[in-house]
């Protein structure tokens, strides 16, 4: 072989030597990232009182960007989109991790839930149906709920309030006793025409004595207070649990239990 093409292969070879150094200079430092990341979270956890968390949030593939999550003494916690009025996911255990929010720059800015998470619905809590077998809007425009911050009771567990539908809505997510669950109180103000209220969706869901419903498989238990009149509907993806609000000052109490 003539010295002018070994000196071309020899190029050849040191030039794709120096692409597989570099390739794997690339992924040993993602994986040395990967690892810090998972060997050193940012744990924040609820002490003696509950612990509010502004932040972004990933549900169903999606940044979210209007989040607060909420930890607790009983460490029975859940995440709140304030722009949706919806109850996106709850879990038990530890509370959050919070390294990509405050390591360096604080990028991507997500706030992770530790834990069993189980997700919801990133869909709004409220909504204006033409009838009882009209489609569930999937959001509500950002400019269609107005955020009016949140109240704090004597155990520091925050309401949200906000309008939205033509109502002003007050949305207070408290523990149960023990730590059993979570219990929900909407009330709605000033209310112009009926609104409904979804309280769960999900593949199948099954009514059970004294106002209980078993949604999913299992996964979680509703008891809705004896005078709410829930029913379920079908839809092309599943199943419905909804309430009509029907007056202009209505209110509707519901607990989850998992």
């Keep these: 072989m003539q010295p002018i093409v070994l000196l071309y292969f020899n190029q050849i070879k040191i030039m794709i030597y120096k692409r597989m150094m570099c390739c794997l200079a690339l992924l040993t430092s993602c994986a040395a990232y990967s690892m810090a990341q998972n060997a050193n979270p940012y744990i924040i956890n609820a002490t003696t009182k509950p612990y509010l968390l502004r932040s972004f949030l990933m549900?169903?593939?999606?940044?979210?960007?209007?989040?607060?999550?909420?930890?607790?003494?009983?460490?029975?916690?859940?995440?709140?989109?304030?722009?949706?009025?919806?109850l996106l996911e709850i879990w038990r255990g530890d509370f959050i991790d919070a390294r990509e929010m405050w390591e360096d720059r604080g990028e991507p800015q997500l706030a992770k839930p530790l834990g069993t998470v189980l997700p919801l619905s990133a869909a709004p809590t409220l909504a204006i149906l033409a009838d009882?077998?009209?489609?569930?809007?999937?959001?509500?425009?950002?400019?269609?709920?107005?955020?009016?911050?949140?109240?704090?009771?004597?155990?520091?567990?925050?309401?949200?309030?906000?309008?939205?539908?033509?109502?002003?809505?007050?949305?207070?997510?408290?523990?149960?006793?023990?730590?059993?669950g979570l219990s929900r109180t909407i009330s709605i103000k000033t209310s112009k025409q009926p609104l409904y209220c979804r309280i769960a969706v999900a593949a199948n869901i099954e009514a059970?004595?004294?106002?209980?419903?078993?949604?999913?498989?299992?996964?979680?238990?509703?008891?809705?207070?004896?005078?709410?009149k829930a029913f379920i509907?079908?839809?092309?993806?599943?199943?419905?649990?909804?309430?009509?609000?029907?007056?202009a000052t209505d209110s509707l109490t519901y607990s989850i239990t998992w």
């Design 59 to 86: 549900f169903e593939g999606k940044k979210r960007t209007h989040v607060i999550s909420v930890g607790t003494p009983e460490k029975v916690n859940y995440a709140y989109d304030l722009k949706q009025g919806a």
């Design 132 to 180: 009882k077998d009209a489609a569930w809007p999937d959001s509500v425009a950002f400019d269609d709920l107005q955020t009016q911050g949140y109240v704090l009771d004597k155990s520091k567990m925050p309401a949200f309030l906000y309008t939205a539908n033509g109502a002003d809505v007050s949305d207070k997510i408290a523990v149960l006793d023990g730590g059993a």
């Design 208 to 228: 059970h004595k004294n106002n209980s419903y078993v949604v999913g498989d299992k996964a979680y238990t509703i008891k809705v207070a004896d005078s709410a």
């Design 233 to 247: 509907r079908k839809t092309q993806n599943g199943k419905e649990l909804l309430v009509q609000l029907a007056n």
